[in-house]
């Protein structure tokens, strides 16, 4: 229905912006006056006119009519039933009646399903109707009034110029909405989360055990399932495990990245530099799904062979493994980074020191260092927001289960991990289990960005020093 | 210590020093070689499958067509094959019992009855003469043949027994075992079996996702770039927009998972599982990206540009639109592919907005059910047989294949048409 409407409505943008061209030229080819404006102008003028409004009100209706159809028979339902429904009942009875009016319907047909099917495709088909006539009204309207317009001789250019002007600014609105979104989808259900189990058990509880949180009836909670629901939630484990796997991932970056970095910035010829920096940046372009793989096929039997040579206890889905072959990803973040922190130093400093007779490691280790570790700071900062968010390499190659643990040969799970696992597959919105997905990404999400803040500002901050 | 001590010290700790350099630049191009050669040793073996030589009789009784002269495609397309299929397989090898016979049987592919019925479908004067045909063989002995399977370990621990073993030992000597072009890596669906499984799907899936991507981040990521370089003014609302986009770009892409979960799939009811969504859930993880990609190319054109059309007369919108955006295009195209290339790789927002399903057949439109190609080598890995380890590499070779591409694109792009000023 829609896309045909957009069609037609493409169709006529297209047939008034050449009829508001050859219009202004009738106009004034009569000698009244001089057009304000390039013919095109009002062309475009013409099709503004006649697409945006109706835009408008498809979008008003793609939108609301889901949603107050909805309403409205969940309304009827309620009325309908003898007894109290729950949201959830009146969920299911409504999406029952939208698919057996759709045809597919595959269940018991109750009668009052059928005739809430019936009031549905009335509701439907009333609201489609209001729908097209108010488009075409749309339409014919503001083209009517644009052509009124355009005969008055407007200005043309700027009402174009000022419609182009508030399209941009939308579109870059379209940013700060995806950031209001993922606010609001998480907030939503880590609210509804956090009212059956108490934020203090989610944060400092020391289990984690989601699959044990089944509840038969939220009213009244047994003294076991209270138990239960209390030791279910305990994120501890999720949150050492992920900071643990993080550094070891940055033991292992951060040395590697910063002396390649270092090497790269100060000693590499042009040639080395060519050559170099881009064997390195193809390790930050391999997509993470290839480094769980080889987590998970190479490094981690790698080291239980290695481990079972000498008598070690390792297993198979061990946190060092993920966390090297995390660390691995990160190496070009941090040398780049570093990279251009080093660069951004200014030359004098180094040849200040040079003229002291220092060697070139001691101006590095003395003078660069120093001067560039604000930035260097800042760009490790990034790289764990990086290795605290990273989802594929952990989901392959470390443990499932949580355990609190700092022995490296074990096997940890991480809060993204524990996302994944809780989230694929069948879910229902209500359970805690589910919402406890919800809170966990909340989790990460301001954890992240506390540590993209700070890192920013420091970047930011010392750029500026220098500059 | 002397001064000549010392100095031998100093430059002692230099030499270190630079070593330490070399040695992380080279542990780094290890690890990439590492990886690719891995990737790749295991990989290359995918493209080709084994076959069996194997005598098919299209006897017109047993394929119950025998009162009937001159059969359609259509009569030949609804007779009974079962005899005629069963006859084929059973006949590679003599055998002793049930069990035996299951084992010559399960040595052919999970599809070998479809392969025989197309055969004859597409060679319909084949019919009531004796053809050899090659069929796929199964994923174990496709396995055994490129020298998987180590054959000295216990039978109990083998996917072939020893009897099976024979059986392809036999084969190979009368010259029966082959290898042909892997056609259904390439152009099948998923399956359980991995001698049939095929990336058809996930190829088409990907594809599918990263044009709805371009389509939707690609134009409002170049006009928010347009407005904020342009003509947004100064004031708290723009550095609101500024900061927003600097810290979206660093939001880990499970989130973007979280948030296509919780508002496109619930609040906005799209369909789970599809392309749709898909590529609607990376538009907005790569947005920013395309975005501060966008900024960088509009700031690097030069002022003069702006300032030469506004002086004879051009209006402001007149300077961005036939100036600047036209001249900062092949930055934004180059930064555009890049984040598309990004969005091809990325995995895990798939995960939670259900495109991790086990689809068979290939998507035609967006709103299938699909996979993608990161996924489906998250799915594969995931799976217990031999064969997929192998059909697993060689998806990350196509993956990384068409980043190569991509990426290279934008370098050439970037090149072929960038001004210096």
Redesign the interface.
């Known amino acids: 229905m829609n896309s045909i409407l957009i069609l037609a409505l493409i169709l006529f943008g297209l047939t008034s912006f050449y009829f508001g061209k050859s219009r202004i030229k009738k106009v004034t080819t009569n000698g009244a006056f001089e057009p304000k404006a390039l013919p095109h102008f009002y062309g475009y003028y013409q099709a503004l006119w006649c697409a945006l409004p109706a835009l408008v009100i498809i979008s008003i209706w793609t939108v609301f009519e889901p949603l107050i159809l909805k309403n409205v028979i969940e309304n009827k339902i309620q009325i309908a039933s003898l007894n109290e429904l729950s949201k959830d009942e009146l969920n299911l009875i409504y999406s029952q009646i939208v698919s057996f009016a759709q045809g597919n319907f595959s269940g018991q047909i109750t009668k009052g399903i059928e005739s809430g099917a019936i009031t549905y495709k009335n509701l439907l088909s009333i609201s489609q109707g209001a729908k097209i006539i108010l488009f075409f009204c749309a339409i014919i309207a503001a083209s009517l009034f644009a052509y009124n317009q355009i005969n008055k001789n407007v200005h043309a250019r700027e009402g174009v110029e000022k419609a182009l002007t508030v399209i941009l600014f939308l579109s870059s609105v379209a940013a700060i909405l995806t950031t209001i979104g993922i606010i609001f989808s998480l907030l939503f259900e880590t609210i509804q989360f956090f009212s059956k189990i108490n934020p203090l058990d989610f944060f400092f509880g020391l289990g984690w055990s989601p699959q044990k949180a089944f509840i038969s009836d939220p009213t009244s909670l047994t003294p076991q399932e209270a138990k239960d629901l209390k030791e279910a939630f305990g994120a501890v484990p999720l949150f050492a495990g992920t900071a643990f796997i993080a550094f070891i991932a940055m033991c292992v970056a951060v040395p590697i990245g910063l002396y390649s970095g270092i090497y790269l910035a100060e000693y590499a010829t042009t040639k080395q530099r060519k050559w170099g920096k881009p064997i390195i940046e193809i390790l930050a372009g391999v997509p993470t799904v290839v480094y769980g793989f080889f987590a998970a096929l190479t490094v981690g039997p790698f080291f239980r062979v290695i481990g079972d040579s000498i008598g070690l206890e390792v297993s198979s889905e061990s946190a060092l493994a993920a966390g090297l072959v995390m660390g691995v990803m990160i190496i070009p973040f941090v040398s780049s980074l570093s990279d251009d922190v080093i660069n951004a130093v200014p030359q004098s400093l180094r040849e200040g020191s040079y003229a002291m007779g220092a060697t070139k490691s001691e101006t590095i280790k003395k003078v660069v260092f120093p001067a560039a570790l604000p930035g260097i700071v800042g760009s490790i900062l990034l790289a764990v927001s990086r290795a605290v968010g990273e989802t594929m390499i952990v989901v392959m190659a470390a443990g499932l289960a949580a355990n609190l643990t700092i022995n490296p040969l074990e096997a940890t799970t991480t809060i993204t991990t524990q996302i994944v696992m809780i989230l694929v597959g069948d879910q229902e919105f209500t359970s805690a289990k589910t919402q406890s997905a919800f809170a966990l990404g909340l989790t990460l999400f301001v954890l992240t960005l506390i540590l993209n803040f700070i890192a920013l500002r420091i970047v930011k901050k010392y750029r500026e020093k220098y500059d | 210590m002397t001064r000549e001590q010392r100095l031998k010290k100093?430059?002692a700790?230099?030499k270190?020093?630079?070593f330490?350099?070399?040695?992380?630049?080279a542990?780094?191009?290890f690890?990439?070689c590492l990886?690719l050669f891995?990737?790749f040793s295991t990989g290359s073996t995918a493209f080709i499958k084994t076959t069996i030589m194997t005598e098919v009789d299209f006897n017109k009784e047993l394929l119950e067509l025998g009162d009937v002269k001159k059969p359609t495609l259509k009569q030949i397309k609804e007779a009974e094959f079962y005899d005629v299929t069963y006859k084929a397989a059973t006949g590679l090898f003599p055998y002793k019992n049930d069990e035996e016979e299951k084992g010559v049987k399960t040595l052919l592919s999970g599809n070998y009855e479809i392969e025989i019925k197309n055969y004859l479908l597409n060679n319909p004067e084949l019919l009531g003469q004796k053809v050899t045909i090659e069929l796929t063989a199964s994923d174990d002995l496709d396995q055994l043949h490129k020298g998987n399977f180590p054959r000295d370990i216990p039978e109990d621990r083998r996917r072939l027994n020893n009897f099976q073993l024979n059986v392809y030992d036999n084969l190979v000597e009368q010259g029966k075992i082959g290898t042909a072009f892997g056609n259904y890596f390439f152009f099948h669906g998923d399956s359980r079996d991995p001698e049939i499984a095929g990336v058809a799907g996930a190829v088409i899936g990907s594809f599918f996702s990263i044009i709805i991507c371009l389509m939707i981040a690609f134009?409002?990521?170049l006009?928010?770039a347009?407005?904020?370089e342009e003509?947004?003014p100064k004031n708290t609302f723009t550095d609101?927009?500024e900061i927003?986009?600097?810290?979206?770009a660093?939001?880990?892409?499970?989130?973007?998972?979280?948030?296509g979960?919780?508002?496109l799939l619930?609040?906005f009811?799209l369909p789970r599982s599809t392309s749709l969504v898909g590529g609607i859930t990376l538009s907005?993880m790569t947005?920013?990206t395309i975005?501060i990609a966008c900024r960088a190319s509009l700031k690097a054109v030069p002022p003069s540009i702006r300032e030469g059309a506004l002086a004879i007369g051009a209006?402001?919108?007149q300077t961005v639109c036939h100036h600047v955006v036209p001249l900062a295009m092949p930055g934004t195209l180059s930064g555009t592919i890049i984040g598309l290339?990004q969005a091809?790789?990325?995995?895990?927002p798939l995960?939670?907005i259900g495109m991790?399903a086990f689809v068979v057949d290939v998507p035609s439109v967006p709103t299938d059910p699909s996979t993608s190609l990161?996924?489906q080598?998250?799915l594969w890995?995931?799976s217990a047989e031999r064969g997929f380890?192998e059909k697993?590499?060689a998806t990350?070779m196509l993956?990384?294949g068409f980043?190569v591409i991509m990426?290279s694109l934008a370098v050439w792009a970037r090149q072929k048409f960038e001004r210096k000023w």
């Open positions: 100093r430059y700790a230099e270190r020093f630079r330490l350099g070399i040695g992380a630049i542990i780094s191009i690890f990439v990886l891995k990737v134009p409002i990521a006009m928010a347009v407005y904020l003509f947004a609101i927009i927003n986009i600097n810290n979206l660093a939001v880990p892409s499970i989130v973007f998972g979280l948030l979960l919780g508002m619930s609040v009811g907005l947005l920013p975005i209006s402001k919108v290339a091809l790789g990325e995995s895990a995960l939670l991790v990161p996924v080598i998250y890995s995931e380890v697993t590499s990350i993956l990384i980043l990426n």
